[in-house]
């Protein structure tokens, strides 16, 4: 398979993944969609590395993996201090930051 | 064969996340993603980086999708509410994601970047493995990979901040932690 399939799939998953965040309005989705979009980075990043035939854009990938997870662990940590606060998990609702 | 894997995982990568963004119940997105990552990870094997399509299943896939599935459980998937802040939203969305495809599409098939057309160089045996991505991070990337380590550890410190129970919405008696638990069952006894 070429390469340029792989881009464009990737930017396709990119597009799915702009889409989801913005018609949904759970943080939760939009938490899930902002892993759809941080993966097709990757399957980008590992598409040119096989490009070049150089095995750096592999370690990017890696990375890219501990920002996500780490945007994860603190994105659902505020959705679980939003939870206990009793505010309502909807994003059109929490637009201040002073409660 | 390379070429009906691709697909099938292609297929399966797409079903996935357009599974995310439709489905109304989060636990069933959080499935869908599972399939999405599974199907990325076939991908990587594709494109011959092993260790990253391990570090998808075993990272993703298992631990990170765990951590959301325990959420959803605690949280309870909240309906959505259908009231629309801007009027035609439901529209306008999917005509600036496809706008957004097709800019990305024009800006990398555009470019005069021959080498998009090959199947890539050939590779030399074990590109991608375990062991030569451990050597880039050790040898090349030392610094980005020590970073990362130290921001993974203020992201496992900034999630205890921010989802630890704080005392003062507990109760009106400041107490320890430990007893929280007690006063829980008994909130209205003075000084048991």
């Known amino acids: 398979m070429n390469i340029s399939w792989y881009i464009v799939l990737s930017s396709l998953l990119f597009a799915t993944g702009v889409l989801g965040i913005l018609i949904r309005r759970s943080p939760m989705v939009i938490l899930l969609c902002l892993e759809l979009m941080l993966n097709a980075g990757n399957l980008a990043l590992v598409a040119f590395s096989r490009m070049v035939g150089n095995g750096q854009g592999q370690v990017f990938a890696v990375i890219v993996m501990v920002i996500a997870a780490c945007e994860v662990v603190v994105g659902l940590g505020l959705i679980v201090a939003i939870f206990r606060r009793k505010l309502p998990l909807n994003v059109d609702d929490l637009r201040e930051l002073r409660g | ?192």
């Not at chain 2, 890539?120 to 493995?129: I, V």
């Not at chain 2, 040898?139 to 990979?145: A, G, M, W």
């Not at chain 2, 900034?158 to 006063?183: F, Q, W, Y």
């Open chain 2, 1 to 192: 064969m390379e070429a009906v894997v691709f697909f099938v995982a292609a297929i399966g990568a797409l079903g996935g996340a357009f599974g995310v963004i439709a489905m109304r119940n989060p636990f069933y997105s959080v499935l869908a993603l599972i399939v999405h990552l599974f199907s990325l990870a076939a991908l990587f094997l594709l494109l011959t980086s092993a260790f990253v399509a391990a570090a998808q299943v075993v990272v993703y896939a298992g631990a990170v999708m765990v951590l959301y599935v325990f959420v959803v459980a605690y949280v309870g998937g909240g309906g959505e509410s259908a009231w629309e802040p801007i009027p035609g939203q439901r529209f306008l969305a999917p005509l600036l994601a496809i706008a957004l495809f097709t800019e990305l599409s024009i800006a990398v098939l555009g470019s005069a970047l021959k080498a998009l057309e090959t199947h890539g160089p050939d590779t030399p045996n074990g590109f991608g493995d375990p062991a030569a991505i451990g050597r880039l991070l050790l040898e090349k990337f030392l610094l980005p990979f020590e970073a990362s380590s130290i921001l993974l550890l203020l992201a496992a410190v900034g999630a205890i901040v921010l989802a630890a129970r704080r005392r003062e919405e507990e109760g009106d008696t400041p107490s320890k932690h430990s007893t929280s638990r007690l006063e829980g069952v008994s909130p209205s006894a003075p000084n048991a």
